[in-house]
Every structure is written in C-alpha cells, then in structure tokens.
C-alpha cells in the first residue's frame, strides 16, 4: 500500500535559521506531490505542488521542495524562516492504480522569534 | 462566501444523537471529498464524490453516511456514533477531468470540530 512519511514531528528553529522537512512516499510509478500547510486557527491550503517537469518547484512565501525520484522524497526547504511561518506542514502523494491522495502525519514547526 | 465552507464549525453530541454535517463550494469544482483528521495521524479520506457520484468509501462504518445532492453540496449524516469519532472532519473539493477524483489540487474548507461525548 502507498504511504507517505514524514520523520519530523516537531521542528523548532529560530527565526532566519534554514529549514528543510523530509517527506517519502512508497511507490514507484507516476506520482503527484504536494505540500500543505495549516497556520493556527486556519484551515489547510496548498503551498506548492509537482505534477511534472523541474523537480525543483516553488511555492508561495519563499518555499521551495524538491523531487528526487530516485529517493522517492519531496522534500520542504525555506532559507530563512520566519515567525509566521509557524505552521503545520502536510506532504501528500498521489498516484497508482487507485490514485488516492495519501497524507503524512505532518510536522509542526515552530519558529521563535 | 468564497472558497469551501463547513457548517458548523464546533459540534457536541451524545451517542445517541443523529446530526449532519454541511459543506459548500463556491469554487465550480465537481468533486468533494469528506477527510477525519485525527491528532497524530494522517488525515483519513471518507468518502469521495465526482461528478455527484461517489467513487471511493474507504471502509467507513455505517454510522457515517454521506449524501451529495448537487456537485456544490456535500452532507456527512451522523448517528450513534462512539467517543473514538471525536475530530476534526474536513470537506475538500477539486476540478476533477478524468472522472476518477484525486487528481488535482485539492481546497479544504475550515472543519467541523466533533466532540462524542
């Protein structure tokens, strides 16, 4: 079965630092990926998607992820984060035969100003 | 109103309740998905309508029952349900082109937070 991982649960940094959150997925054909995120109080909303072509994909608010197919990884990356980026961050996958959109079970990033 | 809206927003039932949950989309979109986002797991797909049809059921209990009158509406009726269905339920919906469903981006509204008592 599909499944997506994402190994940190809580990230911490302090505003300006770099961040990069993992996220891997299990299967091997073609797949749609995506990164959510939900600010407190908020409801869920895309903050960037790879569908086909450079898999270095920008997003909004200076987020950028990269797919690497042959890690099978979608990763998040920010150069300098700030407060307002404190957030929970969803990857989701899609693809295979049933083609469902499978979430990981987030990371929650809190940024100290 | 724009975008995907729920109503309402905070509910407290009984066991022994019968309560429905709404969603509607104000986005054109012909497909709407109900998720169950629990702490500390991933968000669960429910139920999937495309085109008003529902494609997908993943091995919800009974006590969980959609309807889809229109592609801008979407129902989650409620009945007799366990403490253990405490969450938040979200309402998605996307344009889906190839009659399957899941295949673009998808837009959630803000939830609907259910406490079982």
């Known amino acids: 079965a599909q499944s997506v991982s994402q190994h940190n649960h809580h990230v911490i940094l302090s505003e300006a630092a770099s961040l990069e959150l993992g996220c891997n997925y299990s299967y091997g054909g073609t797949v749609n990926l995506f990164w959510y995120v939900q600010y407190p109080g908020q409801h869920l909303q895309l903050l960037l998607k790879?569908?086909?072509?450079?898999?270095l994909v920008k997003g909004i608010k200076g987020f950028e992820a990269e797919f690497i197919k042959s890690k099978f990884s979608f990763n998040l990356r920010k150069p300098s984060v700030q407060w307002s980026d404190t957030a929970e961050y969803f990857c989701?996958?899609?693809?295979?035969?049933?083609?469902?959109?499978?979430f990981g079970t987030g990371t929650l990033l809190a940024v100290q100003p | 109103e724009t975008g995907v809206t729920q109503t309402p927003r905070h509910l407290v039932m009984g066991m022994t309740n019968k309560k429905s949950l709404k969603c509607e989309q104000h986005l054109g979109h012909n497909a709407m998905y109900w998720y169950k986002q629990s702490a500390k797991k991933p968000l669960e797909l429910m139920f999937v309508y495309s085109l008003e049809e529902r494609v997908e059921n993943n091995s919800v209990p009974s006590r969980f029952s959609p309807e889809c009158p229109n592609s801008s509406h979407l129902f989650l009726h409620l009945h007799t349900l366990q403490p253990e269905d405490s969450a938040l339920y979200l309402c998605?919906?996307?344009?889906?082109?190839?009659?399957?469903?899941?295949?673009?981006?998808?837009?959630f509204g803000p939830g609907t937070r259910l406490t079982v008592l």
């Open positions: 790879y569908f086909s072509g450079d898999p």
């Open positions: 989701a996958v899609n693809g295979g035969a049933t083609n469902k959109l499978i």
């Open positions: 998605a919906s996307s344009q889906d082109h190839t009659g399957q469903g899941f295949y673009n981006e998808q837009f």
